[in-house]
């Protein structure tokens, strides 16, 4: 596609209740960016795919979140047992290459809420 | 202290007014420096890269700071469309290295 497609652009869901969030890169591009951005807070990084590998997931806030992608695109970013602090926006983003900010395409995000 | 400080404002300005931001980072090894734009409710984009002499894209400058451990952005002649926030971007190292500031808002008055 054109952009960066996420979806759903929005989900509220019962607290202790599994969700999952979706990333369609751009077609090409190889690296892979989940980042979370509460209210009044930066983008927090969560976790970095280089096609289907996560050479780094520290930025996970638990073992309750779990990522991974497929084929080289598609991405899946799990929330187990969610918790009212899981709100938050949940941007994806994709570029060529690793670690160029300047190079980076923005989703329009998921936007969580947990209640 | 956190690795990348930003005042969140907001900065409210007239049209036409100069305004500047300042950004300061923690470490001293930090390679690349950007700036970022973020409409409400819209997804970060890239505004401009900040260069170690200093760059301009017509109305808007930034400028790094080494010595000081800070970049800035000037904008000029300010218009209704620049009312958004703005991000400032620090990259240390490898691709998990890409600090976000939370960002400072500005809101441009007619």
């Known amino acids: 596609g054109a952009g960066v497609s996420q979806s759903p652009s929005n989900k509220v869901t019962e607290k202790g209740k599994d969700v999952e969030l979706r990333c369609d890169p751009i077609?090409?591009?190889?690296?892979l960016y989940w980042y979370r951005q509460s209210l009044g807070q930066g983008l927090e990084f969560l976790i970095y795919?280089?096609?289907?590998?996560?050479?780094?997931k520290s930025g996970l806030p638990s073992d309750r979140f779990s990522a991974e992608r497929t084929g080289g695109s598609v991405s899946t970013l799990t929330i187990q047992r969610t918790q009212q602090e899981d709100s938050a926006v949940y941007l994806c983003?994709?570029?060529?290459?690793?670690?160029?900010?300047?190079?980076?395409?923005f989703g329009s995000g998921t936007r969580l809420t947990v209640v | 202290r956190k690795e990348v400080e930003q005042d969140p404002g907001p900065f409210n300005v007239p049209e036409g007014a100069t305004v500047a931001f300042n950004c300061t980072y923690s470490?001293?090894?930090?390679?690349?420096f950007f700036w970022y734009r973020q409409d409400c409710r819209k997804e970060p984009k890239l505004l401009m890269s900040?260069?170690?002499s200093g760059n301009e894209d017509g109305r808007f400058t930034a400028q790094l700071n080494r010595a000081s451990q800070y970049i800035s952005l000037l904008i000029r002649d300010s218009k209704l469309s620049d009312s958004a926030t703005y991000l400032c971007?620090?990259?240390?190292?490898?691709?998990?290295?890409?600090?976000f500031g939370i960002g400072t808002k500005l809101q441009v008055i007619p």
């Open positions: 983003a994709s570029s060529f290459a690793g670690g160029r900010p300047d190079g980076y395409t």
């Open positions: 077609s090409g591009h190889t690296a």
């Open positions: 795919f280089q096609g289907n590998s996560a050479p780094d």
């Open positions: 470490n001293s090894a930090s390679q690349s």
């Open positions: 900040v260069y170690s």
């Open positions: 971007v620090v990259r240390t190292g490898g691709y998990q290295k890409v600090t």
